[in-house]
């Protein structure tokens, strides 16, 4: 008799769940969108909450528009873990809808968010539903009480719809489970969709959802920002609710774990923000800042942006550097000041960061997966390289460094290994320092801004996240480990032409030079098949600076189109 693992067991039981609640959908949604819900899905959030609070909107119309594009999203992209529209649909003290469409219902009006999709991903509590983090051993455990971002949101009128697929303990560059299966680019399925939130990005930019709530601690919620062709923004700890959100390394607080929106338009990203904060979040989550929404206009003054072209690691690739050159000459043409800017060591701040990360060997990552659970694999690099006796490793770097002379690469196979308490509260001490010199070099040269690439790839082929490797998520991290306000916005497209490396570019000197993890992520470029992909860029601001950086991002949004070069995405 054939015999199947607890493991496998649960993977299929939570795939038939995820089925059947589409199944049991009204048929409605199982047809193209018409004229008219393609008027809803265009409304921004604020035309949203309008209408729907003004009663000239209902929420049955909102699920029907944007639950046709769930579930077409699902089927190109699986970027589902969970459907709740059948309980957003209708009360619970009421009998499930009969007939091919949706009825109305009735509800509170005067509400911020009032009648605003957002999907959640599945890392973050909702009573009543398991919250697995990607693991087969967390299916069949539903938690009791919703995380604080949930309460909030269901309070100022938002319908939690959906909930998004993510990787088994949130680390990878790719969102792919044995759980929940692979999520897929809806640019193109044989590509990313981008890190732990990828299930939120593909699904944004499919239009199935307003916002989706996230979470980054190396770059989470901008890499499918980046990846998808969406908006996204990082903030600093405390600002945005995260009580009952699960981090990927349980208990580690000097690298930590955020909540973060993600959104298909900025201003609908912008509104969101001012929105929860006019909620009062502190009154939802204890480690949550009482700091009001503050207005900024930047609109009419001359700003500095300082820009960081390469981080040490691995310079951008063609295609990501246009971007970054794009917005550069975008801004110069409206007046603004643009300079290059070589920061303190990227390397170095992310080899600290990187040691806290792991410092309790993998142990909080790595313990809850089952013996055949497959994992992402970068990860899988990373335990081989966690598990490395240290005197093997520090004699692979002697080696490393004498036959390459990659630093990088050495100095990250002799540091990171199980950490004592001392030497964990000595790397925090390392930390505190790193950060003193960027506070101390930005306010040496005044920048209001910086802009970076946020990846230096457009989105990975599928299966070749080793080969790029979780360093490559530098130009993101970097941010999470100074805590700064960081937000990704799209330019442009990936073109076959303008795009291409040079004629021979692996035999040349610049390959040559390349260290070993940068000719990794090289080897999975290339324009011709990444053509189409979209592209975007990072700006940076310092902590709790939320205001000013969605300001900045407007600013090089407009300064963008005002070059006749306006972002407009793909229609799926």
């Not at 873990?81 to 219902?105: F, R, Y």
């Not at 949930?150 to 489970?177: C, K, M, Q, Y």
């Not at 994992?375 to 460094?401: H, N, Y």
Request: proline share 6%; net charge negative; aromatic share 8%.
């Amino acid at each position: 008799m054939f015999f199947r693992s607890q493991h496998r067991r649960d993977c299929a039981a939570k795939q038939e769940e995820r089925q059947r609640k589409l199944d049991e959908l009204p048929s409605s949604f199982f047809e193209t969108c018409t004229e008219t819900d393609n008027k809803v899905l265009d409304l921004s959030l604020s035309e949203l909450v309008r209408r729907h609070t003004e009663g000239s909107l209902s929420t049955a119309s909102i699920l029907n528009a944007y639950g046709k594009k769930v579930v077409s999203a699902q089927k190109t992209t699986n970027c589902l873990s969970g459907v709740m529209i059948q309980e957003a649909l209708v009360p619970k003290d009421s009998a499930s809808p009969s007939g091919s469409a949706c009825t109305d219902i009735p509800e509170e009006r005067s509400k911020p968010l009032s009648g605003v999709l957002v999907s959640i991903k599945e890392c973050i509590d909702i009573e009543g539903y398991d919250t697995t983090i990607g693991y087969s051993s967390k299916v069949n455990h539903p938690v009791s009480s919703s995380a604080a971002i949930v309460r909030l949101l269901h309070d100022a009128g938002a319908i939690t719809h959906v909930r998004t697929t993510v990787p088994p303990g949130l680390l990878g560059l790719e969102t792919s489970s044995d759980l929940f299966g692979r999520t897929s680019n809806p640019y193109n399925e044989k590509y990313s969709s981008g890190a732990s939130s990828g299930g939120g990005g593909a699904l944004l930019a499919c239009r199935g959802s307003v916002i989706d709530i996230g979470t980054d601690l190396g770059g989470s919620i901008r890499i499918p920002a980046h990846f998808c062709g969406i908006y996204a923004m990082r903030s600093s700890i405390g600002r945005f609710p995260c009580q009952g959100t699960h981090s990927p390394i349980p208990g580690l607080e000097s690298v930590a774990t955020i909540s973060a929106p993600m959104s298909r338009r900025l201003e609908d990203l912008e509104e969101f923000w001012k929105r929860v904060v006019e909620m009062r979040p502190w009154e939802y989550d204890n480690t949550c800042v009482p700091l009001p929404w503050r207005p900024v206009n930047l609109q009419k003054t001359k700003l500095k942006f300082g820009v960081v072209w390469k981080d040490g690691i691995i310079a951008p690739s063609p295609a990501c550097r246009r971007a970054l050159e794009w917005a550069c000459d975008a801004l110069e043409k409206q007046g603004h000041e643009v300079v290059d800017f070589s920061p303190p060591s990227i390397p170095e701040g992310l080899n600290v960061g990187l040691q806290l990360c792991f410092g309790d060997g993998g142990a909080g990552f790595f313990n809850p997966l089952r013996k055949d659970e497959k994992i992402d694999p970068v990860m899988v690099a990373v335990k081989s390289l966690l598990g490395m006796p240290l005197w093997l490793k520090k004699f692979l770097a002697m080696i490393t460094r004498k036959s390459t002379g990659d630093e990088v690469w050495a100095s990250m196979l002799e540091t990171l290994h199980l950490k004592s308490p001392a030497e964990e509260r000595a790397l925090v001490v390392s930390r505190d320092e790193y950060r003193e010199k960027w506070h101390q070099v930005w306010e040496d040269e005044g920048f209001d801004f910086l802009l970076t690439v946020p990846h230096a790839l457009p989105a990975i082929p599928a299966g070749t996240a080793e080969k790029v490797t979780l360093v490559s998520a530098s130009y993101m991290m970097i941010f999470n480990i100074l805590d700064y306000v960081a937000g990704v916005l799209p330019v442009t497209f990936v073109d076959r032409d303008s795009d291409a490396l040079p004629k021979d570019f692996m035999k040349s000197a610049d390959y040559k030079n390349m260290g070993l993890i940068s000719k990794g992520a090289y080897s999975v470029y290339d324009a011709d098949k990444m053509h189409g992909l979209p592209l975007g860029v990072q700006v940076v601001g310092r902590r709790f600076e939320e205001e000013k950086v969605l300001q900045g991002m407007k600013i090089v949004e407009d300064a963008l189109e005002g070059s006749g070069r306006k972002f407009i995405p793909r229609e799926f």
